[in-house]
């Protein structure tokens, strides 16, 4: 699951390209109906759903690989303080989220269980603030406590008073030692708009949005799936 804004055209021009994979599946099944060989394929394919599945992860790595490649440095190096995990990873987990996701927050155990079992894993967070204007006001309030490196304590002090709201923003930045009015800032503009060109370049349908090694997720996928995320870029890096 993943938050979007509903309506809004920025969100409509994302959730159109992040069907990509599936209609590629739906039209493959359908070209093999015809003739004995294809029967085959189609009961294979509906015996075990998990084919489908799997074709699709692969197509969808596929799509964003292009993408991955050109952007990596840009995708995994933190902006000032926003990461947490190792110094010396061997694997970036990047997540694209925004503080009055639910579904972000829902995640913040998985990620918390990550770092705590993986001493070779860095978490890079990214601002992505989609869902209003309380949303930005956080991100920017979170781009100043980075640059100031005290990003994880505004982090985690702002989930702990509850969603974005003058009093809760207010309560997270006096947490972190910061002022609390919100700053306008050039360096923070460029941010924000190069997080929302690489996540809408990635198919972002909401968030959070996961990017890890080859792999791109949308959603609170949970932690088997980060898991396995984890240990395929670390087998490709090894």
């Not at 918390?112 to 992505?128: I, M, N, S, T």
């Not at 980075?146 to 709201?165: I, T």
């Amino acid at each position: 699951m993943s938050e979007a804004r509903g309506g809004s055209g920025w969100g409509a021009a994302l959730a159109g390209a992040a069907g990509g994979a599936i209609a590629t599946i739906v039209l493959a099944v359908g070209a093999v109906q015809s003739g004995w060989a294809g029967q085959l394929v189609r009961k294979a394919m509906l015996d075990n759903p998990g084919i489908l599945m799997e074709t699709a992860d692969a197509l969808r790595d596929q799509q964003h690989a292009p993408v991955l490649t050109a952007n990596r440095q840009a995708i995994e190096t933190p902006f000032g303080s926003s990461w947490e995990g190792a110094k010396d990873a061997d694997v970036t987990l990047v997540e694209f989220y925004d503080y009055a996701c639910g579904y972000c927050k829902a995640s913040l155990p998985v990620i918390d269980k990550l770092v705590k079992e993986d001493p070779k894993l860095r978490v890079v967070y990214r601002e992505f603030p989609i869902l209003g204007p309380e949303s930005e006001a956080a991100s920017r309030l979170a781009l100043a406590a980075s640059k100031s490196g005290r990003f994880m304590a505004f982090h985690d002090a702002l989930y702990a008073a509850g969603r974005p709201s003058e009093q809760t923003l207010a309560q997270a930045a006096a947490a972190a030692g910061l002022p609390a009015a919100i700053p306008s800032s050039p360096e923070f503009d460029a941010e924000l708009r190069r997080n929302f060109q690489l996540a809408q370049q990635l198919g972002a349908t909401g968030t959070p949005l996961f990017v890890v090694g080859d792999r791109v997720m949308n959603g609170a996928v949970g932690y088997e799936a980060l898991k396995e995320a984890i240990a395929a870029a670390r087998a490709k890096n090894g």
